[in-house]
């Protein structure tokens, strides 16, 4: 009777450990799948790689939100995006369309990862939290287009920006430019963002917070100022000059 109770709880043992050890890998998996945002998990419907244009159009602009289990908004983006592809000297342009764009990525307190996926490609955004202030440390995208012939073999065209300290904010701040960003990520590849409002970290209401001016916007609204303020200043100083001089010359010494 006693071997039989023994016996029965090893049984009753080992099914417990092999069905908490299936969960447990079915969890590795699923986390793995949710922070790698691997692209290749699915293959690429040749029908709807991207298509090079040989003239630029303005990139539609979508927006784009990452959220923790718990529902927390962790990086929030506002951006047109255009990828050109630079192959003999000869420079091809392509759109990213939001509606064809899926969202994946990685939050976590100090580092956040935005990808945006679609076919053919992908754009991916590492945001670092170093202080009271945050940036994209590294930006990586990848686009492999349609054939540009029939018969032709596919190309694809990767970039990487590392080390870098890109949209830089204060925190609870985000990142704003209305003037075009243009990043080069290899010889072959560049991108124009435009416009840009992009915040990661400190999102309570998932809205953006507020907004710091990139330079380019910054210098295009101070400069009519500067330039409109020396113009008055040149037109007072003549003003002057000529009062001063009507006044010498109507002096009659006695």
Same mark, same amino acid.
């Given at each position: 009777?006693? *071997?039989?109770? +023994?016996?029965?709880?090893?049984? *009753? !043992?080992? $099914?417990?450990?092999s069905?908490?050890?299936?969960?447990?890998?079915?969890?590795? $998996?699923?986390?793995?799948?949710?922070?790698?945002?691997?692209?290749?998990?699915?293959p690429?419907?040749?029908? %709807?790689l991207?298509?090079?244009?040989? %003239?630029?159009?303005?990139?539609?602009?979508?927006?784009?939100?990452?959220?923790t289990?718990?529902?927390?908004?962790?990086?929030?983006?506002?951006?047109? +995006?255009?990828?050109?592809?630079?192959?003999?000297?000869?420079?091809s342009?392509?759109? *990213?369309?939001?509606?064809?764009?899926?969202?994946?990525?990685?939050?976590?307190?100090?580092?956040?990862?935005?990808?945006?996926?679609f076919?053919?490609?992908?754009?991916?955004?590492?945001?670092?939290?170093?202080?009271?202030?945050?940036? +994209?440390?590294?930006?990586?995208?990848?686009?492999?287009?349609?054939?540009?012939?029939?018969?032709?073999k596919?190309?694809?065209?990767?970039?990487?920006?590392?080390?870098?300290?890109?949209?830089?904010?204060?925190?609870?701040?985000?990142?704003?430019?209305?003037?075009?960003?243009?990043?080069?990520?290899?010889?072959? *590849?560049?991108?124009?963002?435009?416009?840009?409002?992009?915040?990661?970290?400190?999102?309570?209401?998932?809205?953006?917070?507020?907004?710091?001016?990139c330079?380019?916007?910054?210098?295009?609204?101070i400069?009519?100022?500067?330039?409109?303020?020396?113009?008055? !200043?040149?037109?007072?100083?003549a003003?002057l000059?000529?009062?001063?001089?009507?006044?010498?010359?109507?002096?009659?010494p006695?």
């Amino acid at each position: 009777m006693l *071997l039989f109770i +023994v016996s029965t709880l090893l049984f *009753l !043992g080992s $099914t417990v450990v092999s069905e908490a050890s299936m969960v447990v890998e079915h969890a590795m $998996t699923e986390a793995s799948l949710d922070h790698s945002g691997d692209q290749e998990s699915s293959p690429l419907n040749a029908s %709807k790689l991207p298509i090079l244009q040989p %003239k630029e159009t303005p990139p539609p602009v979508g927006t784009y939100i990452l959220k923790t289990p718990q529902g927390q908004v962790c990086v929030r983006a506002s951006l047109g +995006v255009e990828f050109t592809v630079i192959e003999n000297k000869k420079k091809s342009y392509f759109n *990213l369309d939001p509606k064809s764009t899926s969202v994946t990525g990685y939050c976590a307190d100090q580092r956040v990862i935005l990808s945006l996926i679609f076919d053919g490609g992908h754009l991916e955004f590492t945001f670092i939290k170093d202080g009271s202030v945050s940036y +994209v440390s590294k930006l990586r995208a990848n686009l492999k287009p349609a054939p540009s012939c029939k018969g032709c073999k596919s190309k694809e065209y990767p970039g990487i920006m590392d080390h870098e300290k890109l949209f830089e904010a204060s925190s609870g701040q985000s990142f704003k430019c209305k003037s075009d960003t243009y990043l080069i990520l290899a010889d072959s *590849l560049r991108l124009k963002i435009i416009p840009l409002q992009i915040q990661a970290f400190d999102l309570p209401s998932g809205a953006f917070g507020k907004e710091v001016e990139c330079w380019s916007d910054y210098t295009k609204r101070i400069i009519p100022i500067v330039l409109g303020a020396v113009a008055v !200043g040149v037109l007072l100083i003549a003003v002057l000059v000529y009062v001063l001089t009507r006044d010498r010359q109507g002096y009659e010494p006695l």
